[in-house]
């Protein structure tokens, strides 16, 4: 019994289409009969009406209320309708903001430099105010005030549409935790869900603490219901911590794809487990292959080592290359372990250490005097670390915000290989038409320095799915000279070789937004242009004499058609080149699609 419908009564700043994105539940489209779709489930249910509610007071619909939520089973009793009534209100911006203290020796004026998030007159958003809360709850714990009760005392002026606040701190009632009951967990450990709160028994109470904890269960994806509810202990100064959860799959298989004008088609098998063994651990192997390429990686990740919000993990891999467009070809095998943590609420940092073995064999006659140079087999031996700044309103479907990240490597602990290698990306989101146009803008580039010199194992490519509108290897420094040009011993033949860059830079601009179509179709289009280059090399002494590594200006624009199955979107890109170099090769066409069963 798939939901064959979803509805929304009452929606006028946001569509059913926006809407249908927010909730959990999945409405069937013509693809459902091959991939299949969401069932009906009632306590779903209950958290799509939630979420709902959580989307618009992000956006300022401080009244929002969902009125009703209905399911009603088809003529053919073969799927559901559901339906939700809603009422949203007007939409608020912050006004005047102040803080008021009833706790004596607890100055409201030292709190007012926590006051960021929610100042500036912006658009109503209660994750701000919850973040405030945060904030002063624990400057207060820093204080030595543990029994403080911030609450938000909100002054709506609907004339003018503005919510004033009053973050009001009085003494809160000295109330502890006295146990945390856990239920239902017949596979995960208890220590996996004990880790989402971040009080233990004998704490004192928190209720915003309690209710983040009910999300951070909800999020890991172990559960298909979790509740966190309170009861009075054994006595009324203590509380109980009631947890019920229900298990659900954790594994799953995926089954992806993608196809090009010049690669022709790729396919990719993985299995992952989320939970192995109860433990909240992921493990996951992969196989992606194609008439030119194979990869196999296996990864293991340990989010939370020691209890603590610590990632520990690793990855095996070994992937091999013998692209049509190169005359020789790569093997790459390497161990990678890594370690995370945060170092700010939106900041988190993962070092890692690199052991690889990079190999160039089976060079042809007419492969390019600098790929020759570079033959063999090299260990690299390097130490790195990716920071992370993520400010998007939403991790799977952003339309607001930003993330940036940036990572630096330094090759040289030991192996054949010395480098220190750069590379970062900055993306940022916004919308239009009450989040029905999507609009993004990437900007992403990088640089590798060696005394010793590059490799095209180590040195950037650009093309394919990097910078669309150009093949995969398509774009920057080339060797090539024809039959008779050539220098000897190559004088017989024809060279045409990508060789890589050591630096690149590409500005990537993205536009979605609906067709007009049914919406059950599920399909939508977009705009997109890159624009940058590839370039730089430190051995230019190429088969006809110097290789041209300067930095040449590419462009290129397209469409794109999305086609939203339950699985995960479906993209088909046609770009067309409006600035090239003559030795470039174009790829107009590309698609790429990635499943989960």
Not at 110 to 132: C, I, Q, R, S, W
Request: some cysteine.
């Amino acid at each position: 019994t798939q939901v064959q419908r979803v509805s929304f009564t009452g929606n006028e700043a946001f569509s059913d289409r926006r809407l249908r994105r927010v909730i959990q539940t999945n409405q069937a489209n013509w693809l459902s009969f091959l991939f299949g779709g969401t069932n009906y489930d009632a306590d779903r249910l209950e958290l799509d009406r939630e979420l709902l509610r959580q989307f618009y007071l992000q956006r300022g619909y401080v009244d929002f209320r969902v009125l009703s939520s209905t399911a009603e089973l088809s003529r053919e009793r073969n799927g559901f309708f559901l339906s939700f009534t809603v009422s949203e209100g007007a939409q608020y911006r912050f006004g005047q903001i102040r803080v008021a203290s009833a706790i004596p020796g607890l100055d409201a004026t030292a709190f007012e430099p926590l006051l960021g998030p929610v100042l500036g007159n912006g658009v109503y958003n209660v994750k701000n105010v919850d973040t405030v809360i945060e904030r002063m709850t624990f400057q207060a714990g820093q204080q030595g005030y543990a029994f403080v009760d911030i609450r938000p005392i909100v002054d709506k002026d609907e004339a003018n549409r503005i919510v004033n606040i009053t973050f009001e701190m009085t003494p809160g009632e000295r109330v502890f935790v006295e146990r945390i009951d856990i239920t239902g967990n017949t596979r995960t450990l208890d220590r996996v869900i004990r880790r989402q709160f971040d009080i233990v028994e004998g704490d004192a109470f928190n209720a915003r603490e309690i209710r983040d904890a009910e999300d951070q269960i909800r999020g890991l994806g172990y559960f298909s219901t979790a509740t966190v509810s309170v009861r009075e202990g054994t006595t009324p100064d203590r509380a109980l911590v009631l947890v019920e959860v229900e298990e659900q799959s954790t594994g799953s298989l995926n089954l992806g794809g993608a196809y090009s004008t010049n690669e022709g088609l790729t396919a990719q098998i993985g299995i992952v487990e989320r939970n192995f063994l109860g433990r909240g651990q992921t493990v996951s192997a992969t196989i992606a292959a194609n008439k030119e390429f194979g990869n196999f990686e296996f990864g293991f990740v340990e989010p939370a080592l020691f209890d603590r919000d610590l990632l520990a993990g690793f990855s095996l891999y070994y992937r091999q290359r013998d692209f049509s467009e190169q005359t020789f070809q790569q093997s790459n095998a390497g161990f990678e372990p890594r370690i995370g943590y945060p170092l700010s609420e939106n900041g988190r940092i993962v070092w890692r250490y690199r052991l690889s073995q990079d190999d160039i064999y089976n060079l042809a006659d007419n492969t390019s005097r600098i790929i020759f140079a570079e033959e063999g087999s090299l260990i690299t031996s390097a130490i790195g670390a990716t920071y992370a700044y993520d400010r998007r309103n939403s991790v799977v479907d952003p339309t607001a915000g930003f993330i940036m990240t940036l990572n630096q490597e330094f090759a040289g602990l030991g192996g054949d290989v010395t480098h220190s290698k750069t590379r970062g990306t900055a993306r940022v989101y916004s919308s239009l038409f009450d989040e029905q146009v999507v609009l993004s803008a990437e900007l992403e580039g990088g640089a590798i320095f060696s005394d010793q010199g590059t490799r095209i194992t180590d040195r950037f490519n650009a093309g394919g799915d990097s910078f669309r509108g150009f093949a995969r290897n398509g774009l920057g420094p080339r060797d090539e000279c024809d039959v008779g040009q050539c220098l000897p011993p190559q004088q017989n033949l024809q060279v045409d070789e990508s060789l890589g860059g050591n630096y690149y830079g590409i500005l990537r601009l993205d536009a979605s937004f609906p067709l007009g179509l049914p919406e059950e179709y599920g399909i939508y289009g977009g705009v997109f242009g890159d624009v940058g280059s590839l370039w730089g090399l430190d051995d230019t002494d190429g088969s006809m004499g110097q290789v041209d590594a300067s930095m040449h200006l590419r462009s290129a624009v397209g469409v794109s058609l999305f086609v939203d199955t339950p699985f995960a979107p479906l993209r088909f890109n046609y770009a067309v080149p409006i600035k090239k170099v003559d030795t470039d090769v174009v790829e107009r066409f590309r698609f790429s699609i990635e499943s989960r069963f």
